[in-house]
């Protein structure tokens, strides 16, 4: 993966390129060895280029293979992985190349702009919606419904910063604390400045072989063991948003496969999608990490802590790390892969993981993108 | 031995110039109704995935993928959106259901240019931002430069273009489906308007609304819910370089692999056992240009078949007899699976006053249009049914 | 293996660096104007606004009444049946408080995006915003009426609701 930031000098094609060229380096492939090739990358509108995924391809190494964009906003970067396991799993292939990208910072004054063609043209858009502002609908009425004090959610914010101060390509590592939260710029009540992902510029890109291909290459493959993704209703406002019933339909798709019947008990640490504070608490209740209220109280006892029962975000997460938002789905992909293998150095959880789980949410609080992995 | 996938329902709204008293949520119903209604399925209870087709842009929403569910029955199940050709879905359909996690899914792709206003300023907004946009030519360009490179190479010439034109828009006078039958003439195109020579504004197909939904299953499943599936046998798909400055203009090489790759997972079946084509048309000279890479005829050969009558719904090889996009309407990211329901149509005898006699195996291929060089092949085949 | 990374590509630009002129820049304004087709459901949605009336749909099947209307229930997956004239009132499922606009600039006035189901619906709220009130005073679960503009001002638009004001007990 590459570094995350605000605003990156090179274009996006240079972006998908260095993760690309640096997924290959990292198990000795030449491009010659990639059979086809998924990219993930999230709207067009930052980029301003119409058919994104076609100006992408040579950054991809996708020239003259098989090659297709997936899209669904930001659960992207978790389904590039499942697309790129479908071309494997399904027999047509025996490597497949899953690359992110995303360079947010083309949209100028501010990429937020462009959210706001994500809304509904008719009934939503004449009223000069901001993106944050259905974050703060949802985050308000998870609150409201298990009475969270706000405090509880700051922990998440402050425990994913202070993660990623040993990420290599972190944008937004630091150490506060809760009260700087709660003393930040109040955007859309209840969200605040810290409790928000930024924007950013950045790419991630993973190698995916068929089993024999992946012995030959390495002695502790990570393996794909459970794919699960599910969209719900476009009608977000017919719906009660205090609970995530698209990612637990996701993620029991994938423990299915997985073989996974206690998700608490079999999973050593997870990497759901947080591109705001809440939402972190949200998805774990999705993944059926703990009971329906109960996560705030996880990260509020320090279980979610790298040393903790449960390590959530061991990497930092969009809150530390970055929010390019297709790359930084796979980058928690990317967190699973290090982690399995003892390979994330300062920020290797400690003990045997064995079983992870990542999770990538998207669209209008609708969309539930889920892998489960295995060491 | 790869599991065997089939389509066991097709369902398309008909192709109108324009459907100012229908949105798309609305035509995408209609289309779904249908196919779901062919494949005799419940997708609230049967279809275990559904991938959809879109590109942002064309729909003047973000994320569109946040608005297909509803109306295709698939609130709250697995589903997906790929930015590319319905053929491109339907290709992830099938892995899908080859990696036995999904046993039935629908695929839906739609277009409704008639949305666009600024259709033109769209188009050019693919072109490389950096290197090309600047130029500031209109989009068309692309495809004259192509074209002009193209007869160049090849000795096809203008008039041989116009006839398939000509051959396609009358096909389509017998596709109640198409939105621009009518009896042109070679003559008509030659004389039409310039738009970027040697492209005419009658050599390049115009642009149709409509909505297509196709519903796929694996082999055991197709037998339980329908009693003529149509075989996948082969696919391929093939990416050549997005930048104009490095790609070989002559040959549509992503054509040709793409083709390639899907004989070579058809294994039996030859270029003569196939019954119809149904190729993009989307400007005149891409029907000649595909028919010689994928390796139908030989280069230079295309243009005189066309002429012979070879590639009429009468003749030899069959080419987009449904009237391909120049006749019914080229309908951007819906044409590819556009093409492959016309094939299913035909292989199940049921394409009515434009049925290519005892069809049971047909070829189908897309191209992503103007600038990209992308694009898919499909065979399939009504046989072992 | 990938312990062989030893560095991460990707140079920092600052905002000064563009406006300098220190990198080179290119810049685009797309124009993508659309006209897009309200069809048979929001087409009567939003003509009903212009007449100060909010519209739904009723499925027979499932028995929910929806706004904003489809001419499908997305739960049964089958045409639903009937529109239904719905009150103009409503109660907070949830709202905010905003101090930014669309293009993320900061607003003086806040502004409070609300998701008000509307009565007569089976729970289907829409979006849209309350006013003249304190902020401070939204409460979940009130009960919110809508305000409309006047008649030669309405254009068949959800914005033909200025907002949606509290109901005094």
């Known amino acids: 993966m590459t570094k995350f930031m605000r605003r990156a000098q090179e274009t996006g094609k240079e972006l998908a390129y260095e993760a690309a060229r640096m997924a290959l380096d990292s198990c000795g492939l030449r491009i010659e060895d990639i059979e086809s090739v998924t990219m993930g990358s999230a709207p067009d509108a930052f980029d301003g280029v119409h058919m994104k995924g076609e100006y992408l391809i040579d950054g991809a190494g996708a020239w003259r293979k098989p090659y297709m964009r997936n899209y669904v906003g930001g659960g992207t970067g978790v389904f590039a992985p499942i697309h790129g396991w479908q071309h494997v799993a399904s027999g047509l292939f025996d490597t497949c190349l899953v690359v992110c990208e995303e360079k947010m910072s083309s949209c100028r004054p501010h990429p937020q702009a462009a959210f706001l063609t994500i809304f509904d043209n008719f009934t939503e858009r004449p009223l000069g919606p901001n993106l944050v502002w259905i974050f703060a609908l949802e985050m308000h009425r998870y609150m409201h419904v298990h009475k969270i004090p706000k405090e509880k959610i700051a922990a998440v914010s402050v425990k994913n910063k202070k993660n990623a101060m040993d990420h290599p390509c972190a944008q937004l590592a630091q ?137 959530v975000c061991p990497s930092g997460g969009l809150l530390g790390v970055g929010n390019p938002i297709a790359a930084a789905g796979l980058m928690k992909i990317c967190e699973l892969f290090w982690q399995l293998r003892r390979e994330a150095g300062k920020r290797q959880i400690p003990g045997d993981p064995k079983t992870a789980v990542a999770q990538a949410w998207g669209d209008l609080m609708q969309v539930g993108t889920v892998v489960v992995m295995r060491a | 031995m790869a599991p065997r996938v089939a389509v066991i329902g097709v369902g398309m709204t008909q192709l109108r110039s324009i459907a100012p008293d229908l949105s798309y949520k609305e035509m995408m119903f209609e289309a779904a109704v249908k196919a779901y209604n062919d494949a005799g399925v419940d997708p609230r209870r049967d279809v275990q995935s559904f991938i959809c087709s879109s590109e942002d842009f064309w729909e003047g929403t973000s994320i569109f993928d946040e608005y297909v569910p509803d109306q295709i029955g698939a609130s709250l199940k697995p589903v997906c959106t790929i930015s ?65 490179r193209y007869l160049h190479e090849s000795g096809n010439t203008r008039e041989q273009c116009a006839r398939v034109v000509e051959k396609n828009r009358r096909n389509a006078l017998e596709n109640p489906y198409a939105a621009y039958a009518s009896q042109t003439t070679a003559q008509d195109v030659l004389a039409s ?193 | 293996m990938s312990i062989k990374i030893k560095e991460y590509a990707g140079t920092p630009l600052r905002e000064e660096d563009l406006k300098q002129g220190k990198v080179l820049s290119i810049g685009y304004w797309p124009k993508a104007k659309y006209n897009w087709s309200a069809g048979v459901a929001i087409g009567r949605y939003l003509a009903e606004l212009k007449n100060a009336r909010i519209v739904g749909r009723q499925c027979d099947k499932c028995g929910r009444t929806v706004v904003p209307p489809r001419m499908f229930c997305e739960w049964c997956f089958r045409p639903n049946d009937r529109w239904v004239i719905l009150k103009d009132s409503g109660v907070v499922n949830t709202y905010s408080i905003s101090h930014i606009a669309a293009d993320a600039t900061r607003i003086k006035k806040p502004l409070i995006p609300t998701v008000i189901q509307i009565d007569g619906t089976t729970d289907a709220g829409i979006l849209h915003l309350v006013g003249e009130t304190d902020p401070k005073k939204v409460k979940f679960g009130m009960k919110v009426q809508a305000v409309w503009k006047r008649p030669e001002e309405r254009t068949g638009a959800i914005t033909d609701i200025r907002y949606f004001r509290p109901i005094e007990r």
């Not at chain 1, 969209?231 to 996701?250: G, H, I, K, S």
């Not at chain 2, 319905?86 to 999904?102: E, H, N, P, V, W």
């Not at chain 2, 033109?120 to 600047?134: C, E, K, Q, T």
């Open chain 1, 175 to 311: 150490k506060i604390t809760v009260e700087d939260v709660l003393n930040s710029e109040v955007l859309v009540w209840p969200v605040q400045r810290l409790d928000i992902s930024p924007t950013s510029d950045g790419a991630a890109a993973v190698v995916l072989a068929s089993e024999d291909v992946a012995r030959k290459i390495t002695d502790s493959p990570v393996w794909i063991d459970g794919v699960g993704w599910n969209l719900d209703t476009a009608y977000w406002t017919n719906r009660d948003l205090y609970y995530p019933q698209y990612v637990e339909n996701a993620a029991k798709m994938a423990y299915q496969m997985a073989g996974i019947k206690n998700p608490r008990q079999e999973i050593d640490f997870a990497e759901p999608y947080d591109p705001f504070d809440y939402k972190e608490l949200h998805h774990m209740e999705g993944l059926m990490l703990c009971k329906k209220g109960e996560a705030p109280d996880l990260v509020w006892e320090g279980v979610t802590q790298r040393d903790g029962k449960l390590p």
């Open chain 2, 84 to 148: 590319a050709d319905g053929l491109y879905s339907l290709i992830t359909a099938y892995m899908q259901i080859s990696t036995g996690l999904i046993d039935v899914a629908a695929v839906e792709a739609h277009s409704k240019p008639s949305e666009i206003v600024s259709i033109r300023n769209i188009m050019s907004l693919a072109l490389d931002p950096i290197y090309v946009r600047p130029l500031a030519a209109d989009p068309y360009f692309v495809a004259g430069l192509e074209m002009m």
């Open chain 2, 193 to 385: 308007e310039a738009v970027c020579f040697p492209l005419g504004k009658m050599d390049i197909a115009e642009p149709a609304d409509g909505a297509a939904v196709v519903v796929l299953a694996s082999e055991e499943k197709a037998k339980d819910f329908c009693d003529d599936p149509v075989w996948i046998l082969g696919l391929g798909w093939c990416s050549d370089t997005p930048c104009l400055e490095a790609r070989e203009w002559g040959e549509a090489t992503y054509a040709k692999v793409a083709a390639d790759k899907t004989f070579k997972m058809a294994k039996d079946v030859r270029p003569k056992d196939l019954d119809l084509l149904e190729i993009d048309d989307s400007f005149s000279y891409k029907e000649l240009q595909h028919l010689e890479a994928m390796g139908f005829c030989k280069e230079g050969e295309a243009g005189v078949l066309t002429e012979k009558g070879v590639t009429a719904p009468d003749g030899e090889i069959p080419v987009n007899a449904s009237g391909g996009s120049l006749g019914m309407g080229y309908t951007f990211e819906m044409a590819g699976l556009q093409r492959l329901c016309e094939t299913v149509l035909q292989l199940r005898n049921r394409a009515g006053e434009h049925q290519v006699k005892n069809a049971r195996t047909g070829f189908v291929q897309c191209w992503r249009g103007i600038p990209t060089a992308s694009g898919a092949a499909m065979i399939l085949t009504s046989e072992g049914s």
